[in-house]
């Protein structure tokens, strides 16, 4: 069964720019979350996305959002980027929605801001 | 509330055994167990929901102290392979949100 799949891998954009990244979880699982890790605050929650809506969001501001299609993908889009934004972005893929759920992370997608 | 984990840091020779800990100040619900090497993604070990339970395969094992709030991940005669970032991630209320700790790195040195 294939895993996670997240594109693209690596990223490089400038401030101010806008970027996707995407999800693709592994087959019959229909929850998505998404996770932002860093040095310094290391793995922070961002959103959780199940049957196309969104279920719980982190504190984060709105220049971050995402969205899910009807075949369990999710992307996930930031805004107006900032230097502070440089990450990886991990995606986890559940088979079901709610706590006590097993979680399998993608490789992520390294977004460097410059 | 993000959990506390220790030690932060580990070093043992291949074949000793290591206890890393994961406390919460809050009511847990679950505690998931990750090792993460550098440069890849976190790897899922295993689960524990809140009713004190333990769990293991092969040498790697993990117990949940619900009164106490605090999971326990041993790994018994440890492998080179073992080397990595273990994180725990807790889930409270019953929601799908998982709030990692700071991680523990372990190095096994052969």
């Known amino acids: 069964k294939a895993g996670v799949t997240q594109t693209p891998r690596y990223l490089i954009k400038t401030r101010g720019q806008q970027v996707t990244l995407s999800c693709s979880p592994i087959s019959g699982h229909r929850s998505v979350s998404w996770y932002q890790q860093t040095p310094g605050q290391g793995l922070q929650f961002l959103f959780e996305y199940f049957s196309e809506t969104q279920r719980n969001k982190g504190n984060f501001p709105g220049r971050f959002s995402g969205r899910q299609f009807s075949n369990s993908r999710s992307e996930m889009n930031v805004s107006t980027l900032e230097l502070g934004d440089s990450a990886l972005y991990l995606c986890?893929?559940?088979?079901?929605?709610?706590?006590?759920?097993?979680?399998?992370f993608g490789q992520g997608t390294r977004l460097t801001v410059v | 509330q993000q959990p506390v984990q220790s030690p932060q840091a580990v070093i043992l020779r291949e074949g000793e055994d290591a206890v890393i800990n994961c406390s919460s100040s809050?009511?847990?619900?679950?505690v998931h167990w990750y090792r993460q090497k550098h440069g890849e993604a976190p790897v899922f070990l295993m689960i524990l929901l809140k009713g004190g339970e333990q769990k293991g395969h092969d040498k790697i094992s993990a117990s949940f102290n619900e009164k106490k709030q605090q999971s326990s991940l041993y790994l018994t005669a440890s492998q080179l392979s073992y080397s990595g970032t273990y994180f725990c991630g807790t889930e409270y209320n019953g929601a799908q949100k998982l709030v990692f700790g700071q991680g523990t790195r372990l190095t096994i040195n052969p």
């Open positions: 809050k009511a847990l619900y679950s």
């Open positions: 986890a893929s559940s088979l079901r929605q709610g706590a006590g759920t097993e979680a399998f």
